[in-house]
């Protein structure tokens, strides 16, 4: 098939990747004139496993390419698919003000029947309004459906090419029929219903996701105080059918691109029809303060910060990502300069995209896991990189000036740290123990 991907952000470069992989001729098409080029010229500006290499072979291969000529892109292509931000207005509302602009473009250039599929994330009734933006400016054909993404950055291209299930919203058998087989491939898992459920299903998956892990940190809570071990709680859960084991781990909280804009959409989508979504709420309140538990063990170990030297390993929201927004990394580390801490920082491969965010003088920047601990009184693990559970343990804590080890994602077991000096604090552990059944000092 003949495909134009418009918008080549997480989303739209990893669908037209992985769409061109599938042996169908695809277009990806960004306004932004040094991506385009740095595209054509086979350069990923994200950090996705996999996605180079695939790209690569099927540009290689006559399948894949890249423009900002969109009234050319569109006039090959029998299937648009609007792949563009939504970012969240300071009400928390989705921002529409890209969907309606390609909309407009599309609707200008339309020269033939196509069908218009949004994948980019956006509240309930808005492709209705993109059918109406687009019919107001072309007499040719069209149909509109929502297939809304469910990749994981990191694992992107893996779950673009093995999904769990592709939802297809629309009212038109036509447009079935072409995205039944366009996905096929993919998955037998093809759920066809109508467009506002398919919006809807979207903001729902995430929810509910977001939901399961600011629970599962209220539980760590608990389970710190009353001597429990949430990981234990959490393997007993989770072999439970009903609950699954998936997105049941303790830490500082969720951020990245998805769950923290979603979730606050959801919120305002609910409150324009009058609904007070009380539960999302809280969810997106615990998990706002779950990141500050850093600071407050920091506090305990440490006392007074003002002056001391705290190392933070990782600052993207998860591993295998440079994506750093909504990362809990920043409101944690600018709490710490607010204290009057010193950092030393280091990430694998996100860096560059954190000092865009947070930079200060208060900030070293290292190139190394065991530079950023040297001669620290305290290090913080925020991001749950390979590289940080391989390091040694016992060599770490002689490199660091007090060795107080704050694991905000619980990434060493106790067999790690039973023989070290290290005073160490996880979430909802409480209670690891040495070999001899001696307790350490780990809170």
């Given at each position: 098939?003949?495909?134009?991907?418009?918008?080549?952000?997480?989303?739209?470069?990893?669908?037209?990747?992985?769409?061109?992989?599938?042996?169908?001729?695809?277009?990806?098409?960004?306004?932004?004139?040094?991506?385009?080029?740095?595209?054509?010229?086979?350069?990923?500006?994200?950090?996705?496993?996999?996605?180079?290499?695939?790209?690569?072979?099927?540009?290689?291969?006559?399948?894949?390419?890249?423009?900002?000529?969109?009234?050319?892109?569109?006039?090959?292509?029998?299937?648009?698919?609007?792949?563009?931000?939504?970012?969240?207005?300071?009400?928390?509302?989705?921002?529409?003000?890209?969907?309606?602009?390609?909309?407009?473009?599309?609707?200008?250039?339309?020269?033939?029947?196509?069908?218009?599929?949004?994948?980019?994330?956006?509240?309930?009734?808005?492709?209705?309004?993109?059918?109406?933006?687009?019919?107001?400016?072309?007499?040719?054909?069209?149909?509109?459906?929502?297939?809304?993404?469910?990749?994981?950055?990191?694992?992107?291209?893996?779950?673009?090419?093995?999904?769990?299930?592709?939802?297809?919203?629309?009212?038109?058998?036509?447009?079935?029929?072409?995205?039944?087989?366009?996905?096929?491939?993919?998955?037998?898992?093809?759920?066809?219903?109508?467009?506002?459920?398919?919006?809807?299903?979207?903001?729902?998956?995430n929810a509910f996701l977001a939901t399961k892990i600011s629970f599962i940190n209220e539980i760590s809570n608990i389970c710190e105080k009353v001597g429990a071990d949430?990981?234990?709680?959490?393997?007993?859960?989770?072999?439970?059918?009903?609950?699954?084991?998936?997105?049941?781990?303790?830490?500082?909280?969720?951020?990245?691109?998805?769950?923290?804009?979603?979730?606050?959409?959801?919120?305002?989508?609910?409150?324009?029809?009058?609904?007070?979504?009380?539960?999302?709420?809280?969810?997106?309140?615990?998990?706002?303060?779950?990141?500050?538990?850093?600071?407050?063990?920091?506090?305990?170990?440490?006392?007074?910060?003002?002056?001391?030297?705290?190392?933070?390993?990782?600052?993207?929201?998860?591993?295998?990502?440079?994506?750093?927004?909504?990362?809990?990394?920043?409101?944690?580390?600018q709490r710490l300069l607010d204290l009057g801490a010193k950092v030393q920082a280091y990430d694998p491969i996100a860096t560059n995209n954190f000092r865009k965010e947070?930079?200060?003088?208060?900030?070293?920047?290292?190139?190394?896991?065991?530079?950023?601990?040297?001669?620290?009184?305290?290090?913080?693990?925020?991001t749950e990189w390979k590289e940080f559970m391989e390091i040694n343990l016992s060599e770490l804590a002689e490199y660091m000036n007090q060795p107080v080890l704050i694991?905000?994602?619980?990434?060493?077991?106790?067999?790690?740290?039973?023989?070290?000096?290290?005073?160490?604090?996880?979430?909802?552990?409480?209670?690891?123990?040495?070999?001899?059944?001696?307790?350490?000092?780990?809170?």
């Amino acid at each position: 098939m003949n495909i134009t991907v418009i918008g080549t952000g997480y989303v739209g470069l990893v669908s037209g990747v992985c769409f061109s992989e599938l042996g169908n001729n695809v277009i990806c098409v960004d306004n932004n004139l040094e991506k385009v080029t740095t595209l054509s010229e086979g350069n990923v500006p994200i950090y996705e496993p996999g996605l180079k290499e695939i790209m690569n072979s099927n540009m290689k291969a006559g399948r894949l390419s890249f423009t900002s000529n969109i009234q050319e892109a569109i006039s090959r292509s029998d299937i648009i698919i609007i792949a563009v931000g939504t970012p969240s207005l300071p009400n928390g509302e989705a921002n529409l003000s890209y969907i309606e602009l390609v909309a407009r473009e599309i609707g200008s250039y339309m020269d033939s029947y196509k069908i218009i599929m949004t994948k980019s994330t956006v509240p309930v009734g808005t492709n209705d309004r993109i059918e109406e933006w687009i019919g107001s400016l072309t007499t040719h054909p069209f149909d509109m459906a929502s297939v809304p993404e469910f990749l994981r950055e990191g694992t992107a291209v893996q779950d673009t090419l093995y999904p769990d299930r592709i939802v297809i919203g629309t009212r038109s058998e036509r447009a079935i029929a072409i995205l039944r087989e366009l996905h096929g491939p993919l998955t037998d898992q093809i759920i066809v219903t109508d467009i506002r459920s398919a919006e809807m299903i979207k903001y729902a998956s995430n929810a509910f996701l977001a939901t399961k892990i600011s629970f599962i940190n209220e539980i760590s809570n608990i389970c710190e105080k009353v001597g429990a071990d949430v990981s234990r709680v959490a393997e007993g859960m989770g072999y439970d059918k009903r609950i699954g084991a998936s997105f049941l781990k303790a830490g500082i909280g969720y951020g990245g691109s998805c769950f923290p804009k979603d979730t606050q959409a959801l919120i305002q989508i609910a409150g324009n029809v009058d609904y007070d979504f009380k539960l999302l709420k809280s969810v997106v309140e615990v998990n706002k303060d779950q990141r500050f538990n850093i600071i407050r063990k920091l506090d305990e170990a440490l006392g007074e910060l003002e002056g001391k030297h705290i190392a933070v390993w990782g600052l993207a929201f998860k591993p295998d990502t440079d994506d750093v927004r909504d990362a809990p990394a920043i409101e944690i580390i600018q709490r710490l300069l607010d204290l009057g801490a010193k950092v030393q920082a280091y990430d694998p491969i996100a860096t560059n995209n954190f000092r865009k965010e947070v930079d200060s003088p208060s900030i070293t920047w290292e190139n190394s896991a065991m530079e950023a601990a040297k001669g620290a009184d305290a290090l913080c693990v925020l991001t749950e990189w390979k590289e940080f559970m391989e390091i040694n343990l016992s060599e770490l804590a002689e490199y660091m000036n007090q060795p107080v080890l704050i694991d905000g994602r619980n990434i060493y077991a106790e067999n790690q740290i039973a023989d070290t000096s290290f005073q160490y604090y996880s979430v909802g552990r409480p209670g690891l123990t040495n070999i001899d059944g001696r307790k350490t000092a780990v809170l």
